[in-house]
């Protein structure tokens, strides 16, 4: 294709991109002639599968690499290859038994295929020798969260054909047009606005909550595919379900989205905070650096009468004012970012200590308090920390903050649920003002406290959340129901917004899909996975196994990567004679530290469903990989930040 403006720096750019396809060992592109991209979108939820065909066009035989991503919010559900007769297909299997096998082929000289991580979301597999001219199909299969940002769902489908800048001195070859076909099923609540910024796109409804989006002729994904999904009408309540049988008994899977409307009423929030910093060495580097703008933006969201008080911790903890909370002034602002600006790491870690000396202090001055926590540790004592605030917490509240996704999530939300608070979880590159900003927000803004979920005449079985305490004003929040038996009747969600009762309700009688009834499954067994993970953390002994049973079980049945599982590959090998497949277990050599890494996704614990937003919005502009996409928001953000954050003074 060609290119206005400066050709040679575009060129340049694009020799340096990581390759996404098929190549040979020594990093030649293998041709790529057909892609096609379907899946079905159900609710925020999608599952796609990425299909392509190469030919080996180099006139000898090549060892063939595919290279793939696996981004952070995403879980890869499927990996299939055909070549030569061959049928190569992954397989979820008991990840111990995965390591047994892999360590028994390697004494036994059986050869093997290679699985490498080769940065931080992208992974090569071998998948064998190429001969002249041989036709090699590779599939790929994600399941992913959509995001969610003002009103609006958006799916990113990452380019796969990388761009081709032409030279001045260079020509295009004839006949290098790819052939490309893309087809989404969505399903939605109601009524939704499809567009897309980046293809031209032809909808087909069939009616008001179904529809098919196909990508018009002469285009192809050399840059990322965007959708975006928009109620007519945005409701405050809304469902979808799926009824199957399970041992000859019939069961049902619903999906609720409550995004309530609350009155417009006065709040009465408090207006003293208390920050706290861990400052352990476990933070050093980008965490410390986030975690310090996000404080200073949290500082300037103040208004005039509040007060704060600031504290830091590693193997002590050490406060900003030693006589109590100070009121929001120019000079105290002055002096809180200076003090915040010299903390630096060291080796310990107090956690619970910091957190009883805020309580205490809110205690001591008897003034309600609002309690920010940014930490990213793994702590030792949960149980006796989370018992502490359940019994004093009283009517303060925790807001807890996670850096990084190697937090100790479970830990985090259950902080946030047992403080009166909400979670949030800041990532490398992430927009840190608008997490700071959507928790203010919610101290605000009226809260809909929830009293009872009244789900009729049937019979549940399991929620997931398993409790629901509180719901934010306009933000969506999604809750799964495991049913015994059809779905039927209404369901009633009552609260109160300050001492006013406040009730939405849904009804059944039009809920039950067809087409997207597996991935409503999926997401359900992965939503169960990701409770019993945290769930295992507190468990010990017997209880244990059984949650492991069950997680394994979970992930075999429905083919989803989790913590006890792993990619085997099942090859099936066409016999000419015979007329039919034969069957054997190919080993995938693979560190478990990458089998770890493809099973980490928790695309599902996001408040709000924002969780990257400007990143992926990053690469579809500038087609930067995702590494590089991060590197340029957090260097652009982080600056502009770091100067407002400095330089803001009290009265804004």
């Excluded at 047992?418 to 009226?446: A, C, K, S, T």
Aim: proline residues 3%.
């Amino acid at each position: 294709m060609a290119y206005n403006g400066d050709k040679d720096a575009l060129w340049r750019r694009s020799k340096m991109m990581k390759k996404y396809g098929l190549s040979t060992r020594d990093n030649k592109q293998v041709k790529l002639n057909r892609l096609e991209v379907t899946g079905n979108i159900c609710g925020e939820y999608i599952e796609y599968t990425i299909s392509q065909d190469y030919k080996n066009t180099t006139g000898e035989n090549i060892e063939g690499v595919y290279s793939f991503p696996a981004p952070a919010t995403s879980l890869i559900t499927g990996l299939e290859v055909n070549l030569g007769g061959r049928n190569l297909k992954a397989m979820v299997e008991d990840r111990e038994a995965v390591l047994r096998t892999l360590e028994e082929s390697k004494e036994e000289g059986i050869n093997t295929l290679s699985l490498e991580q080769k940065d931080d979301e992208y992974f090569t597999i071998t998948i064998g020798n190429i001969l002249p001219n041989e036709k090699v199909n590779v599939k790929i299969s994600y399941m992913d969260q959509l995001t969610y940002e003002d009103d609006t769902l958006s799916l990113y489908v990452p380019s796969i054909v990388e761009p081709v800048y032409y030279r001045e001195d260079e020509e295009a070859e004839e006949g290098e047009e790819l052939d490309f076909y893309l087809s989404l099923l969505v399903e939605s609540y109601s009524k939704m606005i499809v567009k897309s910024p980046s293809h031209k796109i032809k909808v087909e409804r069939e009616d008001d909550t179904l529809s098919k989006v196909t990508v018009q002729k002469g285009q192809t994904l050399d840059h990322d595919f965007i959708l975006t999904l928009r109620e007519e009408k945005p409701q405050i309540a809304a469902g979808m379900g799926y009824s199957f049988f399970e041992e000859e008994m019939e069961k049902s899977i619903l999906m609720l989205k409550l995004a309530p409307v609350l009155p417009d009423i006065p709040v009465e929030y408090t207006t003293n905070y208390h920050f706290i910093l861990d400052t352990s060495v476990s933070m050093e580097g980008f965490k410390l650096e986030e975690a310090k703008n996000a404080m200073l933006i949290a500082l300037r969201s103040l208004e005039e009468g509040d007060t704060f008080n600031l504290m830091a911790y590693n193997e002590e903890v050490y406060k900003f004012s030693e006589w109590g909370k100070v009121k929001y002034t120019k000079e105290n602002l002055a002096a809180a970012t200076e003090w915040i600006e010299g903390l630096s790491t060291r080796e310990g870690e107090c956690t619970f200590e910091a957190l009883k000396d805020a309580i205490r202090e809110a205690e001591e001055e008897e003034v309600e308090t609002t309690i920010f926590l940014f930490t990213d540790d793994v702590v030792a004592e949960e149980d006796e920390i989370l018992e502490y605030v359940r019994t004093n917490v009283g009517d303060h509240r925790i807001f807890p903050i996670g850096m990084d996704t190697e937090v100790n999530s479970y830990f985090i939300n259950r902080l946030a649920e047992v403080g009166n608070g909400r979670p949030e979880f800041i990532e490398e590159g992430e927009r840190i003002d608008d997490i700071i900003l959507r928790q203010f927000n919610r101290i605000h803004n009226p809260q809909l406290d929830v009293t009872e979920i009244d789900f009729g005449d049937m019979v549940v079985e399991r929620t997931y959340p398993g409790t629901i305490t509180y719901l934010y004003d306009r933000e969506p929040f999604t809750i799964f129901a495991l049913v015994e038996g059809s779905i039927e009747g209404r369901i009633e969600i009552k609260g109160i917004v300050d001492e006013v009762d406040y009730t939405m309700h849904i009804d059944l009688d039009k809920l039950e899909i067809e087409e997207n009834s597996k991935l409503i499954q999926k997401v359900w067994a992965r939503k169960r996975m990701e409770s019993l993970v945290e769930k295992e953390r507190s468990a010990r002994g017997v209880e244990q196994e059984q949650i492991r049973e069950e997680i394994l079980a979970l992930s075999k049945t429905h083919s989803i990567l989790s913590s006890e599982t792993s990619f085997i590959m099942m090859e099936t090998v066409l016999d000419p004679v015979m007329g039919m497949g034969l069957n054997r277990i190919v080993p995938m050599d693979m560190s478990e530290t990458t089998m770890k890494n493809l099973s980490r996704g928790y695309f599902l614990d996001e408040a709000a469903f924002s969780f990257d937003v400007n990143i992926r919005e990053k690469m579809a502009i500038s087609g930067l990989t995702h590494k590089e996409a991060k590197m340029a928001i957090q260097y652009d953000r982080d600056n502009l930040l770091r100067i407002l954050a400095k330089n803001q003074q009290a009265d804004g």
